[in-house]
């Protein structure tokens, strides 16, 4: 069986990516939601935005943030919508730790007591303490990259997604021209330059360029969640196709 795949431009083992990818996120953890900022020039918070909108959340369903990361999507969800539970989801205690603090500030429990919030340390491609088809709305954003095997992390999201449930899945994507280059020269030079004087951490920054670079286009992604089961798949570039929005609905008909 192969169970090789990319860190970058290097190839290792599922057990390497996941532990490796696990040290670079612990180490960012304090200054992630800085690094953002600085790093996308403050884009990502517009992708973030439009990505909330476009996820359909009714009265009393049950969401889950795959990769929470310090938990930008589910608490801009979490203000916007009425689920009645959340799991936040993500394999690093650090990332989770910072997601859990901000929930602590927010107050939510006092804003919106009806919401349930359970945090769980868990990787997606094995999400085994949630039941086969519990989840209405399942999102991952900036995570599925990082994820060792994604092909396993896909079908987990499907076996605990509801019939009908639906998959909303942002990353980073191939660059339409004109401004390929320009955004590559950006992504490969500059990126790891700014990582090293703002936060004197070369190699995580380079990881990030890299991820990027060698991370499936938007056919690949497409074609991936297909083979999976779902339907009615839908993808919106943003900003030229930095990033792109993917829906897909969990086809169980002929279960
Ligand atoms: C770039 S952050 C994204 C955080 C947040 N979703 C956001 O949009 O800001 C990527 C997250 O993916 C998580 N991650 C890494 N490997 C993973 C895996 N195999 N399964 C699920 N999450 C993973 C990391 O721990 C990290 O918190």
New binding site residues.
Partial sequence: MNNQTDFGYESVSYQDK?ER??AI?SKVAPYYDKM?DFLSLGLHRYW?NKFIESVKVAAGDIVLD?????G??FLKLASKTEPSKIYAV???KE?LFVAQMRTAKLQLYKKKPQIEINFLCA???NLTLIPDNSISVLTL???FR???DRMQ?LREIYRVLKPEGHFYLLEFAKVQPPFDQAYNFYRDHCLPVIGKFLFNDTSSYQYLADSIAVFWDQDKCIRALQEVGFVDIVSQNYTNGIVCCYQGKADKSSL
């Fill in positions: 996941q990818v696990s996120f953002n973030k795959l990769a929470c990361g310090s930008d999507i993500d394999p690093n990332m990787f997606g491609e954003s900036f995570g990082n994820v060792a992390c």
